[in-house]
Nanobody
């Protein structure tokens, strides 16, 4: 199983970006999908999460500006970021809690996976 994230970049304050993340492999079902960010010198923090039923949860600092969504048919999660601020500058990581089929023994296993980070830089 792999998660591939893309869509980061450089944007001016007040601008928008859309991050995408695609999960691939022997996936049976995906439970929660989310986005986290890592500020230099700090711990990774939750940005937003979306459950398999579409319920969402956001960090206080992004409520009203960021929107998380998912496409279950394509095993993808998105993060639309509007009204970006310089303090949103960070490396963003996608995350998925999923069940996958292990071809080695035919069993289902549940693990948490991370995509590679994508840099978001907001200039003032």
């Amino acid at each position: 199983v792999q998660l591939q994230a893309y869509g980061g970049g450089l944007v001016q304050a007040g601008g928008s970006l859309r991050l995408s993340c695609a999960a691939s492999g022997s996936i049976v079902s995906i439970h929660n999908m989310g986005w986290y960010r890592h500020f230099s010198g700090k711990q990774r923090e939750l940005v937003a999460v979306v459950g398999s039923d579409g319920t969402t949860n956001y960090a206080d600092g992004v409520k009203g500006r960021f929107t998380i969504s998912r496409d279950n048919a394509k095993n993808m999660v998105f993060l639309r970021m509007n009204s970006l601020k310089p303090e949103d500058t960070a490396v963003y990581y996608c995350n998925a809690d999923l069940t996958w089929g292990d071809v080695r023994d035919g069993r289902f296993r549940r693990n948490e996976y991370w995509g590679q980070g994508t840099q978001v830089t907001v200039s003032s």
